[in-house]
């Protein structure tokens, strides 16, 4: 199976930014849908961004439209999710996943990376 290494969290202030990185462990196919989930104390994790292996549309959840990016590099089976002008409602664990669909996740989820935002 697949497995996915996040990395890149850690504590900025209000309106900072921070790049994730997450590393796939094997070839992706054309037909995968990567996706960026986030979980907040007491919440459900919830879909933020994804991208399709195959040409690269993204897709976002409202919240963060015009402020976070999802992209990939294909040559290193490396997906990122560039997130600036951060809020402390963006403070959550995120997690990286491999899917068919933007917004279903699949069975396997990576360990997760903290981002702290503070005000």
């Known amino acids: 199976q697949a497995q996915f290494v996040e990395s890149g969290g850690g504590l900025v202030q209000t309106g900072g930014s921070l790049r994730l990185s997450c590393a796939v462990s094997e070839r992706p196919y054309s037909s995968h849908v990567f996706g960026w989930y986030r979980q907040s104390p007491g919440k459900e994790r919830e879909f933020v961004a994804a991208?399709?292996?195959?040409?690269?549309?993204?897709y976002y959840t409202d919240s963060v439209k015009g402020r976070f990016t999802i992209s990939k590099d294909t040559a290193s089976y490396t997906v990122y999710l560039q997130m600036n002008n951060l809020n402390a409602e963006d403070t959550a664990v995120y997690y990286c996943?491999?899917?068919?669909?933007?917004?279903?996740?699949?069975?396997?989820w990576g360990q997760g990376v903290q981002v702290t935002v503070s005000s």
């Open positions: 991208i399709r292996w195959s040409n690269g549309r993204t």
């Open positions: 996943n491999r899917g068919k669909n933007p917004g279903a996740p699949g069975r396997y």
